[in-house]
């Protein structure tokens, strides 16, 4: 596979993406009992995830517009610069009993996440027309490897130094410097000049139906998926598990995450977008429903890898839906709006799950994501039947 430029690049993207997604999955996996550890409110907990993903938010456009001048790679070790600041700065808050601090360093995790959700666009630069499916799936498959390494380096740190967690984030840095090796050898080439037009405005592209179900799946995939993960750590410990036991649930979820990415383009190939999406939907219903069967280990591991591969259905057949509403002049602006509202409900959703998770309990949180997911049905639906009524006309 290696006998060409665009697999090497490909084989450095999806490396690139490995790291990055094992950072992410540290943050995940001890965030929240990080946060525990120095709030003075348990309600506060999940603060350190939360400001991940506003880190994202915030990050995605400026990301997105400094990248079309200085190009992919300088982008790219920039963000990963930021992941080794982020894992130094929260594991000096953890050892100084800073939430703040803490929270600050996360929203540079954060950051460096804004610039590495554009691994997978950048791999379908690198790669000709018939290789570009297989590479961005290939590229996102890199978190199959964050699945297990994220939360058993989160766990081996947890314990590494005096103060509990603090080695778990000087382990971030060290995962961070990795990647900024791997993406010094990394070329991408500069976009076309038919990409470099004025293109339509914004919300033209976003007004288009497509546009809009595309959004709503990825944000309804990544707000379901963010608010049970981030639950998850603090309702297991909750519920007398050991953290051994939800660092092995978290795995389970994120190779749910990651796994199905070898072959949700195949099926996507087969069945068309929106009957994955569909599918992904009604995963994250099944999610909810094993939720309620209890609160033993087999009902926490059950739930999060329906969450997994629900997610990735969404997610994917999402991402690949957008491809089809833009131009090449227009591809920045609506993936950096797409990521943008993705991240901003990512944030909400972090934000929300330890309170609710505080008020309502594992299992009634849970329920309550299901108005949120018949809305997504009824959206993907109609957008079928739309479809279905022009082709038959």
């Known amino acids: 596979m290696l006998d060409q430029p665009m697999h090497r690049q490909v084989l450095l993207l999806a490396t690139a993406q490995a790291l990055f997604q094992t950072a992410a999955v540290m943050v995940m996996a001890i965030g929240g009992l990080a946060g525990a550890a120095v709030a003075a409110h348990p309600q506060l907990a999940t603060l350190p995830i939360a400001t991940m993903f506003l880190g994202t938010a915030v990050g995605i456009v400026p990301a997105a517009t400094w990248m079309t001048r200085v190009g992919r790679r ?80 989160g766990r081996w740190g947890s314990g590494m130094l005096g103060t509990a967690y603090a080695g778990s984030f000087l382990l971030l840095s060290a995962v961070s410097v990795l990647a900024l090796l791997v993406l010094t050898r990394l070329r991408v080439p500069a976009p076309p000049a038919a990409a470099q037009g004025p293109g339509r405005p914004l919300l033209a592209i976003m007004r288009q139906p497509a546009y809009l179900v595309a959004l709503f799946g990825a944000a309804t995939g990544y707000g379901v998926m963010v608010l049970a993960m981030t639950a998850t750590p603090l309702a297991m410990v909750q519920h007398q598990h050991h953290l051994s036991d939800a660092t092995l649930v978290i795995q389970m979820h994120v190779l749910g995450m990651f796994v199905p990415s070898f072959f949700t383009g195949s099926l996507i190939a087969r069945f068309g977008v929106l009957r994955i999406m569909m599918a992904g939907v009604a ?111």
């Open 74 to 153: 300088a982008g790219f070790l920039a963000g990963a610069a930021l992941g080794v600041g982020g894992g130094l700065l929260a594991a000096l808050g953890v050892w100084l009993g800073s939430l703040g601090l803490v929270a600050a360093g996360t929203f540079l995790v954060g950051a460096y996440q804004a610039f590495a959700q554009f691994y997978r666009f950048a791999a379908g630069e690198v790669a000709d027309d018939a290789f570009r499916p297989r590479a961005i799936s290939l590229v996102l498959a890199g978190g199959v490897v964050a699945a297990l390494a994220g939360p058993q380096l």
């Open 283 to 393: 995963l994250l219903a099944c999610h909810v429903l094993v939720s309620l069967t209890g609160t033993a280990f087999h009902s926490f591991a059950g739930a999060l890898v329906l969450l997994g591969v629900g997610w990735n259905f969404l997610f994917v057949g999402g991402t690949s839906l957008l491809t089809t509403t833009y131009t090449p002049a227009e591809r920045g602006r609506a993936q950096a709006a797409n990521d943008l509202i993705g991240f901003a409900i990512s944030l909400l959703a972090s934000l929300a799950a330890a309170p609710l998770l505080h008020l309502l309990g594992w299992q009634l949180m849970n329920v309550m994501l299901l108005p949120w997911l018949a809305a997504a049905a009824l959206a993907i639906g109609g957008l079928g039947w739309v479809r279905w009524r022009a082709a038959a006309a």
